[in-house]
């Protein structure tokens, strides 16, 4: 499709919180509508079965259902949660374990990091799932009523070769836009850099750009086979952006005044972040009005750590009556466990009814957890364990939002006067 141009409706270096995203969407979505002559448009909005990609893309498409036909496309373990938000849904590769491949991607047994053979496996599994998506979503659009519009989510750069094809427009949903490429500035996936202060820093960083651009191009040309017969022939544009992200409009999903300045893509548009839990079947946390709870939540990813969590906060727990712990598995397959008289593993907590209710929270950092706590006030303690997390640490900690717990839960005495220090200033 031809560029859309988008008008500027935010300032890049004023904050927004997530009662800001809604109308920011729909401004843009107007936009969008001017240039079609309609009254409103047709959106197909595109995730991953993932709570931190799904959840925030439910939150678009609640927003834009007040004024547009919108349905929500996902694999079968997504069903529950989009029909539970009250959203039309389109379930996608139903035949075959795509789910369970997902899974293995997202859950490797062990860190990634920058692992390059990790990256390795997890892209080629993501690499075959995609030919059955692209050929479904090929289908689809070929025998039905196309959308004036595709949504989708960063993780799903497919959805633009199928929408370029079927010229229709494609907008990508970006929750972590650190993670975007950019000429300046520190790169996403290096240990959570900060802006450099120094000419030695900003050589660095330069190197670390070129690291991450070059490993890119080395994971492209060895695949090139199986990305051009999904319709990839270039992984950057002419002018140098991403052509895995659109070229009209990259949804970011964030505060701009929590990012470190950068000079971002021309597509970008800063919306605010994107907050929504489905209302799916979960047990009810229990508080005690004398003490107060303290949650940790890893997500719903890193299965491997969550144990030797456990195991950690069974220790500070025992050293801390004063105060309840509640940790999250963040999956519904699992018994409730009262550890202590001070210690639960819950299966599931949801951030939206419950968070409130919290004093302070230890968490990954992944995007979900940083901006459901910004938006309480609520103090919190970052430990990074993959992906973009260490990144989201930096900024918290640059901001003064959070602190970075760069030890990990080992150091119990520490970690209790980290603590009391966070629910004395609550």
């Known amino acids: ?148 519009l595709i949504i989708a989510d960063f993780t799903l750069p497919l959805a633009g070769i199928v929408a370029q094809q079927h010229r229709i427009n494609w907008w990508t949903s ?100 994107a907050l929504y839990t489905p209302p799916l079947p979960a047990p009810e946390p229990e508080f005690d009005a004398q003490r107060p709870a303290i949650l940790i939540t890893l997500g719903t990813h890193l299965h491997w750590q969550k144990d030797a969590v456990v195991a950690a906060l069974s220790a500070l727990a025992a050293i801390c009556p004063e105060w309840d712990f509640h940790f999250s598995d963040g999956r519904h397959d699992q018994q409730h466990q009262q550890l202590r008289c001070n210690l639960q593993r819950y299966s599931y907590i949801s951030y939206q009814r419950h968070l409130a209710k919290y004093a302070a929270v230890i968490h990954h950092g992944g995007a979900g957890i940083m901006y459901h706590c910004l938006q309480h006030r609520i103090p919190a303690l970052v430990w990074p364990q993959d992906f973009d997390q260490f990144d989201h640490a930096a900024r918290l900690e640059a901001a003064g939002k959070a602190v970075w717990l760069r030890n990990g839960l080992q150091d119990t005495r520490s970690l209790r006067n980290l603590l009391a220090n966070c629910l004395s200033r609550n």
């Not at 695949?223 to 950057?236: D, I, M, Q």
């Not at 971002?264 to 800063?270: E, I, N, S, T, Y």
């Open 1 to 148: 499709m031809p560029a859309t141009t988008l008008p500027e409706t935010h300032s890049r270096t004023t904050g927004y919180n997530a009662s800001d995203t809604p109308d920011n969407l729909l401004n843009l979505l107007q936009a969008l509508m001017a240039t079609k002559g309609k009254q409103s448009l047709r959106i197909d909005f595109l995730a991953p079965p993932f709570a931190g990609h799904l959840h925030p893309v439910l939150a678009l498409a609640r927003a834009a259902a007040s004024r547009h036909q919108v349905r929500v496309i996902s694999t079968a373990a997504a069903q529950s949660a989009i029909l539970q938000a009250d959203l039309p849904a389109h379930c996608i590769l139903q035949e075959g374990d795509a789910d369970q491949i997902l899974d293995q991607i997202a859950n490797p047994g062990g860190a990634v990091r920058s692992n390059p053979l990790t990256l390795w496996r997890q892209f080629r599994a993501a690499l075959r799932l995609f030919r059955a998506l692209r050929a479904e979503l090929d289908h689809h659009y070929s025998t039905q009523q196309k959308p004036d």
């Open 174 to 273: 970006m929750p972590s836009p650190c993670v975007i490429e950019t000429s300046d500035g520190p790169p996403a996936y290096c240990g959570g850099l900060k802006p450099a202060k120094n000419h030695w820093q900003a050589a660095s960083q330069w190197l670390h750009r070129k690291k991450v651009r070059s490993f890119k191009r080395a994971v492209f040309a060895l695949c090139y086979p199986l990305l051009r017969n999904l319709g990839v022939s270039a992984l950057y544009r002419a002018d140098g952006s991403e052509t895995a992200y659109s070229p009209d409009c990259i949804l970011a999903l964030a505060d701009p005044a929590l990012e470190f300045p950068r000079q971002w893509p021309q597509a970008l548009q800063f919306i605010g972040p």
